[in-house]
């Protein structure tokens, strides 16, 4: 596990290391964004050059810059006398540097804290070359990886950030889920000690705990029922302060203040769950839908839990699922049949775009995730048949017609095993990664080498005009105030466009083996006098505020939410919170009007940096705030 900040390590115990990352209330004002540093050519994507790293996994940090983390191997950049496998990109500049991120972080998970501190948490043994164990597991020879286990990062705008080992270390997990909770702090589920294709008993470590630490490892009872595959299980903060967890064929919800598992129905028609590496996403939580979560699961593997050992399992040639299927757990314990992917795909990454629609791209059509040296391995990989073109699924279209590719045009990189991709502060989406290989292979006949070719993707949306408000603060504590307003020229001259205007907030999340820990869409209520979150469950902080008018986003703006510090935030009731939450909102407040002039302008309270609105007068303007953590 690893942490990257600008502070020496000798200034760490665990308790002064987060009072020296907590984010104090700022009366600062960000100056108001601008347009996109250039165009693109919207529904395709571009190369926009090659990282110093495979990025197997990928995270926003700040406005600027982006995290690339590799496993150990023979990258060709070094640093520190070996080869680097942790990078920031810094965008517009579009200027690299390497960084050491001191212990092998191969499949590790990762997830932010509410103060800002990005935790990566698990990892594999030290190797040497060609991903053999290391003579020592300290560290020493060709690539100097200590046995990977937690890391923590600080990301700052300088070239001073760098990952440093946590003062706390987790138990040896390979493939760990992290999830942030409503407070701020981490749960860390699942995994194993050694790795491998899937799971067995003789290395599984089917607990969780929590970073801080809240004292011993937890058994969990689907984790321990659901071998060999429940790596990497996959986990929700649910708005009723329980988590949804999706292990195997099993689903339950956990409620992890009294350690109490729910049984759910089996999820139906494929494993979604790593290898099978399903897209998955939480969709967009609403006042239409009174913020009840609803979490899709799209494609995978239907592969009984006999067969992923079987000797005749011949992975690259068993199909993908087309299967799509929802669950909203609030609310039904049961699945409900979604419409099908256009085309099968394993491995496909999920993103939720500013207008609420999610992008579906990379992956392939056949076999699943992992690699090997098998005599059936498309050279290492167990995947085969890469889908270029991406989809869009519109969650407000009709049933039958929810995915569509109209527009959009195919990358010309095949993205499989060990291939990531994030949302951009500016809306686009950036792709990296694809490495179903031991080590570095790259070469004119390695069919899935290696890959460091970096895209752009660019929606729809991407070269219009951008709003431009005015009035976002640094930091706000609970009750702080907050002012935004949009003038003629964001409205696009018509004073009307406010009621095509919503906001949003969005956490783009940490990206690695066809998920995005922590992706999550929140848009505002659209009743008078309500204030938002209805309770921290539905948005851990911190995160980016954009503003979209008609679809259109304006560029994200990084802020922090409530206190920056970890623990419960102070609020206030509130009569109007959604069904089944027990957690209370603040009673911040905001305002939102329009003058004939043409001027939106959103004020008052604001708890969490969350903004609300109500009625003034006869309009309403709802600023689409895109939240980016």
């Not at 997990?173 to 995994?191: A, C, F, N, Q, V």
């Not at 017609?401 to 686009?428: E, K």
Request: aromatic share 8%.
């Amino acid at each position: 596990m690893g942490i990257v900040s600008h502070f020496p390590v000798s200034f760490f115990s665990l308790s002064s290391f987060f009072i020296s990352l907590v984010r104090a209330q700022s009366t600062i004002t960000l100056p108001a964004p601008g347009q996109p540093s250039h165009l693109g050519n919207v529904g395709s994507f571009e190369i926009i050059g090659s990282s110093l790293v495979s990025a197997q996994q990928l995270f926003v940090g700040t406005a600027t810059k982006v995290y690339f983390v590799d496993k150990v191997e023979n990258n060709p950049t070094r640093i520190e006398g070996h080869p680097a496998w942790a990078s920031e990109w810094t965008l517009v500049a579009n200027t690299q540097r390497p960084m050491d991120a001191v212990t092998n972080s191969f499949c590790a998970g990762g997830n932010v804290l509410g103060n800002g501190t990005w935790l990566n948490v698990g990892g594999n043994q030290a190797v040497t070359w060609g991903g053999q164990p290391a003579a020592s597991q300290d560290g020493g020879g060709p690539y100097d990886d200590p046995d990977g286990r937690q890391s923590l990062l600080t990301p700052c705008d300088g070239e001073n950030c760098d990952w440093i080992l946590s003062p706390e270390q987790s138990g040896q997990r390979w493939y760990p889920t992290l999830e942030t909770l409503e407070d701020g702090t981490m749960i860390i589920l699942g995994g194993c000690q050694n790795g491998g294709y899937v799971n067995d008993a003789s290395q599984d470590n089917p607990t969780y705990e929590f970073f801080p630490s809240r004292g011993p490892a937890i058994v969990s009872p689907i984790l321990q029922k659901t071998l060999p595959v429940n790596l990497f299980p996959l986990t929700w903060l649910l708005p009723s302060g329980t988590l949804l967890i999706q292990s195997n064929w099993a689903t339950v919800v956990l409620d992890y203040k009294k350690n109490q598992e729910r049984q759910l129905d089996n999820i139906p028609d494929a494993v979604r769950v790593y290898p099978a590496s399903a897209g998955t996403i939480m969709l967009p939580l609403t006042p239409a839908n009174n913020y009840t979560a609803t979490i899709l699961f799209c494609g995978g593997s239907n592969v009984q839990t006999n067969q992923w050992t079987s000797p005749g399992f011949i992975v690259p040639t068993y199909p993908a699922s087309t299967s799509c299927v929802k669950l909203t757990p609030d609310v039904s314990d049961s699945y409900e049949t979604e419409d099908a992917l256009p085309q099968a795909r394993t491995m496909a990454n999920f993103i939720a775009l500013p207008d609420g629609r999610v992008l579906n791209l990379n992956g392939g059509r056949l076999g699943t995730a992992g690699y090997g040296n098998d005599t059936w391995a498309i050279g290492h990989s167990y995947a085969d048949s890469p889908v270029l073109t991406p989809v869009i699924y519109d969650p407000s279209a009709p049933r039958g017609s929810r995915w569509s590719a109209d527009g959009l045009q195919a990358s010309t990189v095949p993205r499989l095993y060990h291939s990531s991709a994030t949302l951009l502060p500016d809306g686009s989406v950036l792709v990296s990664g694809s490495n179903p290989n031991p080590d570095v292979t790259v070469g004119p006949n390695v069919e899935y080498p290696t890959e460091y070719r970096t895209e752009l993707f660019y929606p729809s949306y991407f070269n219009e005009r951008r709003p431009q408000p005015m009035g976002i603060l640094l930091s706000i504590l609970m009750a702080g105030l907050l002012n935004i307003s949009l003038d003629s020229d964001d409205l696009l001259g018509d004073v009307s466009n406010i009621n095509a205007t919503k906001v949003v907030i969005i956490r783009t999340g940490f990206s690695t083996h066809a998920m995005n820990m922590g992706q999550r869409y929140q848009t505002t209520p659209h009743s008078s006098r309500r204030a938002l979150p209805p309770n921290p469950a539905i948005m851990p902080r911190p995160c980016f505020y954009l503003v979209v008018v008609k679809g259109v986003p304006s560029i994200g703006l990084q802020v922090m939410l409530g206190s920056g510090n970890l623990g419960q935030q102070s609020v206030v009731a509130n009569t109007t919170d959604p069904k089944g939450s027990q957690a209370q909102t603040s009673g911040a407040r905001s305002a939102l009007r329009a003058t004939s002039v043409g001027r939106g302008h959103l004020s008052g309270l604001s708890s969490f940096l969350l903004p609300c609105y109500r009625e003034i007068g006869t309009r309403t303007l709802a600023l689409f705030l895109l939240h980016f953590c």
